[in-house]
């Protein structure tokens, strides 16, 4: 698989696969695919994560111990399915509050209504994680299930528990205005705000939750407390944005110190109706990512180093220093 490939399969987003064929595999609770059913497809240096979808023009099937994928029944790739440990591989990624009390129409989180995880059951997943003997990483994420406050306070005493484990630890969450610094003083070492999108009138439209503003303000704050390279922000692309405004605050958030994750929009079944949105093609999946690249190496930064969260995944986007 090469970068030509792998954004042809972030475009479409999804497969038809015999489940039978996919292992162990876990059901995400956070984000936009929440609840459903995905896996992980690596193909040479490069990981992509599809949603099990019947109705996909892509198909998987076996063939002398490959997984071959199929478009319009020619093969477009072949290459093995990845276990996950937790969401991802060769990470336990955890999700504390599987709920939320703001309403962004590009989540499904607060339709879906989940459980609220206790530090216990989140220390046994870790730890169960930990003794398959192929965690490089800790990534904690979550809803909010009262408040964001109320979110960092258990981030922080989780942090502290999973120490022990001696592997980065990474926490996205909605921030708060001393969240990076309890965090880093827990033992954190890296972190993510997302700024969903960068354009006032999408965001105004379709993100419920505290102003834009104010995550950037702790997004700064983020690169002054963990340093460059160790703070990461979510920018979706396909929300009725120009390339030119992706362009215009991708150099912003770099310039910053800030590695934003440009992540193809996907419109869950649960909110239909709700969202204007448009996966973005393969064509601009390139461009895009190849645009990143070139700012990110105007500042000085490295999205190959994330030990962490999604930039070291790579299975829903194209990490510009990775995959290109």
């Avoid at 870790?126 to 979550?142: C, D, H, P, Q, R």
């Avoid at 942090?159 to 980065?168: G, I, S």
């Avoid at 770099?254 to 064509?283: C, D, N, Q, S, Y």
């Amino acid at each position: 698989m090469n970068a030509k490939i792998k954004a042809e399969l972030i475009s479409i987003g999804a497969i038809d696969i015999d489940t039978s064929l996919l292992g162990r595999f876990t059901i995400p609770t956070a984000g936009p695919g929440a609840g459903g059913k995905a896996f992980f497809f690596r193909s040479g240096k490069h990981r992509v994560r599809l949603v099990v979808d019947e109705g996909s023009p892509l198909r998987a099937v076996k063939d002398n111990g490959d997984i071959v994928i199929l478009k319009g029944g020619k093969e477009l790739v072949r290459g093995t399915i990845e276990e996950e440990l937790i969401h991802c591989p060769e990470q336990a990624y955890i999700t504390m509050s599987e709920r939320c009390i703001y309403d962004c129409k590009f989540c499904p989180v607060p339709k879906l209504k989940g459980k609220v995880k206790s530090t216990e059951e989140l220390l046994k997943l870790v730890e169960e994680a930990y003794n398959l003997g192929k965690m490089k990483g800790i990534s904690i994420t979550s809803g909010v299930e009262v408040s964001p406050e109320k979110e960092v306070e258990r981030a922080v005493e989780l942090v502290k528990a999973l120490k022990k484990y001696n592997v980065p630890i990474g926490v996205s969450v909605y921030p708060t205005k001393d969240s990076s610094r309890l965090l880093k003083e827990a033992g954190a070492s890296e972190i993510k705000y997302n700024v969903e999108t960068m354009d006032r009138e999408i965001y105004n439209k379709y993100c419920k939750k505290p102003p834009l503003d104010f995550t950037l303000a702790c997004l700064k704050d983020a690169v002054r407390i963990f340093g460059k390279n160790n703070v990461f922000t979510n920018f979706i692309v396909g929300l009725g944005e120009t390339d030119e405004t992706v362009e215009k605050y991708y150099e912003e958030l770099a310039k910053m110190g800030v590695i934003p994750v440009l992540r193809a929009v996907g419109v869950h079944p649960l909110r239909f109706g709700e969202l204007e949105a448009e996966r973005p093609t393969k064509e601009r999946l390139l461009k895009l990512a190849e645009m990143a690249r070139r700012i990110l190496d105007k500042y000085g930064l490295d999205a190959s180093v994330a030990k962490t969260m999604c930039l070291p995944c790579t299975g829903c986007d194209l990490n510009p220093h990775i995959d290109l």
